[in-house]
C-alpha cells in the first residue's frame, strides 16, 4: 500500500506558478533533471545524510517487487552534497507527480561553494510514509538493488547514476560507493559463474 504524496504537497505548500525558487536535488534529482530550470549549481545542507531506504514501487521497482531509492535521515553533523536548481514554482506540478511514492516538499537551508546560503526545497521520504523501508542488511540490500525493475528503468541503473554523479561532484559518501561497489562485484561473481557454465566451443 503506497501513499500518493503529489496532491497533498500541493495542499500543504502552495506557490504561485510564475514564484521562483531553489530545490535541492539529492538523488535522481543531481542526475536525472529532466524538468526545466533557470540555473543550477552544486551545493551541499547540513545534518542530513543520503540513504537508500525508501521503497520504489513507481519508478525502479512494483508493488510486488519495490526497489530501493534515496530519501534523507537526519543526522547532526553530516553534510549531503548535491544540486541546487533555480526553478519556476510551476515546474513543482511535474516534480510533485515524479515524487509522489511518499515524498513530502519541505524547506530546507541550502550552501554554496561560494559561502553564500539560501532557502529551498527538499523532497523527502519520512519513516512515516507507507513506502519508506528503512536500514537493512547490506546483503539484502545490494540484492534488491541489483534485482528491482520498474517503469523508469532498473534500480542498479539509479544507484549507478546517482555513485557517477556524486563522483563528479567530488562528494563523499560511503554508503552510495559502498553499495555501488558491492552491485558491480556481484556481478563480476555472477558472470564469471555463467561463464564457468557455459561450454566450450
Ligand atoms: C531527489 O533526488 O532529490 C529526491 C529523490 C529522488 O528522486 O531520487
Known sequence: MTLDTAQLNQQRMPFDDDAEL????????????EFPYLERHPAYIHHWARRFWQGSHDHRGTPASPGRVVTLINEPGATCQGMAYRINASTLHALDIREKNGYLRELITLHFADGSHAEGLIYLATEENAAFLG??????VVEQIATAYGPSGSNRDYLRHLATALEELGAEDAHVFT???HVRSRDKSDSLISSEQSPCH
Do not use: C, E, N, T
Not at 531553489?22 to 533533471?33: C, E, M, P, V
Open 179 to 181: 553499495l555501488a561497489a
Open 22 to 33: 531553489w530545490l535541492f536535488g539529492y538523488g535522481s534529482l543531481i542526475w536525472k533533471a
Open 135 to 140: 536500514a537493512a542488511p547490506l546483503d539484502a
